[in-house]
């Protein structure tokens, strides 16, 4: 399917069926009003301006002076610490997104870079692999596992990592981001404030309110907030509005799930200024960074819509393309595992749709399927190229799978693991052939990840 875009000012309601729930550190609001107060003047005001023309950095067309995994930095006399995941497929005169993930309180940089509980595929709240490449992630560390910014302290510890790594790296400058949970989306909001001529766009979930503070605040930034209707509503919804008076967007009142309704909406204001969306999702929960269509108060950073609608967000932004230098594609014929059949397209069908199916093997052009290093699974090529895709961006079990023009979206990037199974980027739900058939002709479908040999897929 296209990709979804962001329609002026209407709500789009999805639902998922649950799937697994994992375990998040929960942060109350009330938790942080001693450092609300003390932190709200905090920070140094940053003259403001447009965000600044596509420009690559100092480390473009130089040998990489850094490389993934864990650095230090002192800032202010104190030594800070961040870890770093630059794309494998690394080129040195692409210019990369840089995009900041900051931690919940009590969490670690540990816990963003790794995806705790749900593993690579929530690394770095799960951008990482929505990626294909096209950014290099940060993940700092907090003192004392939060984001105070007393005195500025973090402010400059975030301009001192974009100087050193956009010295030693090819960086975008017009293409920084931050996101974060809880006191990790405070202290991005605190960076579109302090720092609205560095950061392009920044996305907080489950704020608790401006507790690392709003030095400046005066200036448009690109915002996306994400909160859930049982959750701390009212400073959430006064953060958004900042940015919304700032973008020069209509003011409005969003439309928010019902309690108990298992949905999100996300709107889009209306009225913004050009390259200034704001951007609004409220869902059916509380305190969550993952939450889970159709399952309230379920948390599942794998199986959460939030990491596709934040990167959809982020990537409207630049052109998106990959390197011009990725790894060599593997291809060849996906054999399920329990049917001995392949991968088919019916018909030899190139018709944007066309849900795939198993078929006995026999090396036709619809059988052959390309795996890229974006994550793209493809079949036919040159004008006639069509790309595996999660019928609709769905992200429920039964999903229909179908071949449709390659655009690059999150529904259609797919992770081949090493036990057989093939995941969907976006919803982390496997690919599946319908009831377990080995007959020709069985439709395949996404559905949850069961170990199952409908579910095991050798390349070849």
């Known amino acids: 399917m296209p990709p979804n875009r962001f ?11 649950r799937s697994r729930i994992v375990a998040v550190t929960a942060v109350v609001a009330t938790a942080f009003a001693g450092v609300l107060t003390a932190n709200i003047a905090s920070a140094q005001v940053n003259a403001a301006s447009a965000p600044v023309t596509a420009m690559a950095s100092d480390g473009c067309g130089q040998n990489p002076g850094m490389n993934s995994g864990n650095h230090t930095i002192q800032v202010n006399g104190v030594n800070r610490s961040f870890i770093l995941k630059v794309p494998d497929n690394y080129d040195s005169n692409y210019q990369h997104k840089l995009i900041f993930g900051l931690h919940w309180w009590g969490g670690t940089a540990n816990d963003v870079a790794g995806g ?42 975030v301009d001192a990592m974009i100087q050193r790594i956009e010295s030693a790296l090819c960086v975008d400058e017009s293409q920084r981001f931050s996101l974060g949970f809880s006191y990790g989306g405070a202290m991005s909001y605190a960076l579109a404030c302090a720092r609205p001529d560095q950061f392009r766009a920044v996305a907080a979930i489950a704020v608790p309110g401006p507790v690392s503070g709003c030095s400046g605040g005066s200036q448009p930034v690109a915002y996306m907030g994400i909160q859930g209707v049982t959750d701390s509503m009212p400073q959430a919804r006064g953060m958004r509005d900042r940015f919304v008076g700032n973008n020069g967007c209509t003011p409005q009142s969003p439309p ?71 790894p060599p594609a593997d291809g060849g014929a996906l054999t399920g595992q329990a049917s001995g059949k392949c991968l088919d397209v019916p018909d030899q069908s190139t018709t944007d749709g066309t849900q795939v199916q198993i078929w006995d093997c026999w090396s036709g052009a619809n059988q052959q399927w390309t795996h890229s290093a974006s994550g793209e699974l ?11 895709d999660a019928s609709g961006s769905g992200t429920s079990d039964g999903t229909a799978v179908t071949i449709w023009s390659c655009h690059g979206g999150a529904n259609q990037r797919w992770n081949l693991n090493g036990d057989g199974s093939i995941t969907s980027a ?35």
Do not use: M
């Open 378 to 388: 493809s079949v036919y090529s040159g004008g006639s190229r069509k790309c595996l």
């Open 426 to 460: 976006q919803s982390g739900l496997c690919l599946d052939v319908s009831g377990a058939s080995t007959a020709n002709g069985a439709l395949v479908q996404l559905w949850s990840c069961h170990g199952g040999g409908n579910q095991k897929w050798n390349l070849s």
């Open 116 to 157: 705790g509980s749900d593993g690579a595929v929530y690394a770095h709240y799960g951008l990482e692999q929505l990626s294909g490449g096209t950014a290099i992630f940060v993940a700092p560390q907090g003192i004392d596992n939060a984001w105070a910014d007393s005195g500025g302290r973090d402010v400059a510890f």
């Open 256 to 326: 928010e799930p019902a309690s108990g309704s298992g949905q999100h909406f996300t709107t889009t204001y209306s009225g913004c200024q050009d390259g200034y969306p704001v951007v609004w999702a409220a869902f059916d929960g509380g305190h969550q960074q993952g939450p889970v269509d159709g399952c309230t108060g379920c948390e599942s950073g794998a199986q959460s819509w939030v990491k596709g609608e934040i990167w959809e967000f982020f990537s409207q932004f630049g052109d998106g393309q990959p390197p011009t230098t990725p």
């Open 7 to 17: 329609p002026q000012a209407s709500p789009r309601p999805r639902r998922r069926l």
